[in-house]
């Protein structure tokens, strides 16, 4: 597994905090970090050094920081008419080739300033031989960003992986490349969407990101975007027609429907959910998957609340004392009362539960 995620000079004060995370929770985890930024920008350059020098006396963190040059006819990819300015395209782009800055099977994908609190295990998020993520499904339409169902060639999509603010958000390297190939028959073939570049494209599938980067704005489920999110144009490709045997997807948020799948706090339309394909409803999983949320919150910051990373550890167990790690973990955090079991889950008991705490 590698941890994947572009950022830029500017993003330097929430990545410091960002990084003092990964500094606690890394050591020993079997897994690539990897920064990306500006290959034209001395800023950026600089910021790369500081990343290096900040891991430099952490051992056992294989911690990688890349360059990527403008592409040809930059101003026609990175248009900034949609949600977010032109880094905010960059960004988004990037995420669709990250495959091209990794070397490994899974990619896990995330915001550079979000902060992780616990490690990510790659045994644990590969349990089982399926790639986990976590989302919200909401059939039939999940589309808050609005773009992302038009780029596929749907009416609607069933699962967005950005509404529940969490990350990493894992993906298969071959099936980045399938994405890219999918959004270059469905916006330069069926839709026909060619555009001209002066210096030629670099490859066809920056042509199929300018259409998309041009797409006119479409209002999302809700209202309140008009944008598109590369995550949920890439897992809802895979969820819909690439390979859902592959993934498994845990349910997150709340549906207002008639019949509800309870996950604690959180519920899920199962009535709704039974309107999706076959194969999409067997890649949907419903054992507990909270330890999953554990992994990073959002903002730069320990944003997440001590209690809940608590909660995440011991969720599957049906007895706060069964939790093997809450000795040290209670010590830590001071917040055991927090922890609430839901039911034996024999891969969080036996193999993260104990991974996840080794440098607390």
């Known amino acids: 597994v590698a941890l994947v995620t572009r950022t830029h000079a500017g993003a330097r ?19 690539q970090l990897v920064y990306v930024l500006d290959d034209e920008s001395p800023a ?121 603010d969490h990350f990493p958000i894992f993906t298969r390297r071959e099936d980045l490349a399938a994405t890219r190939s999918r959004l270059i028959e469905e916006l330069l073939t069926r839709k026909n969407l060619r555009r001209e570049c002066e210096r030629g494209w670099a490859d066809p599938f920056d042509e199929a990101f300018a259409a998309l980067a041009n797409a006119p704005p479409r209002p999302g489920a809700g209202g309140n975007k008009h944008g598109y999110s590369q995550f949920n144009i890439i897992l809802n490709y895979v969820l819909l027609e690439r390979a859902p045997d592959a993934y498994a997807f845990h349910p997150f948020g709340s549906y207002r429907g008639e019949t509800w799948y309870d996950t604690g706090d959180d519920r899920v339309d199962v009535a709704a959910l039974a309107t999706l394909p076959a194969a999409t409803r067997r890649a949907v999983d419903y054992s507990p998957a909270f330890v999953l949320a554990a992994n990073s919150a959002h903002g730069g910051h320990r944003q997440l609340p001590p209690g809940r990373l608590l909660r995440a550890c011991c969720v599957a167990f049906s007895d706060l004392s069964e939790c093997r790690a809450l000795g040290d973990v209670g010590a830590t955090y001071g917040r055991a009362g927090d922890c609430v079991g839901r039911g034996a889950d024999a891969a969080c008991a036996d193999g993260y539960v104990r991974n996840a705490w080794r440098s607390a």
């Not at 410091?16 to 050591?27: K, Q, S």
């Not at 339409?141 to 992986?161: Q, S, T, Y």
């Open 13 to 31: 004060p929430a990545l410091r905090n960002a990084l003092n995370c990964f500094i606690t929770v890394l050591p020993g985890s079997d897994v």
């Open 44 to 164: 950026d350059r600089a910021l790369g050094a500081e990343i290096l020098q900040q891991f430099a006396e952490v051992a056992d963190v294989d911690v990688r920081v890349k360059y990527e040059p403008p592409p040809p006819c930059a101003d026609q990819l990175f248009a900034g008419k949609l949600e977010g300015g032109k880094g905010k395209d960059r960004s988004q782009r990037f995420n669709f080739v990250a495959d091209r800055f990794a070397d490994a099977d899974v990619v896990g994908h995330f915001d550079a300033e979000a902060c992780f609190v616990a490690p990510v295990d790659p045994a644990y998020v590969t349990r089982g031989g399926r790639v986990h993520n976590f989302g919200v499904f909401r059939p039939p339409d999940a589309d808050h960003w609005g773009v992302d169902a038009w780029a596929l060639g749907k009416d609607a999509l069933p699962f967005d992986a950005m509404w529940a």
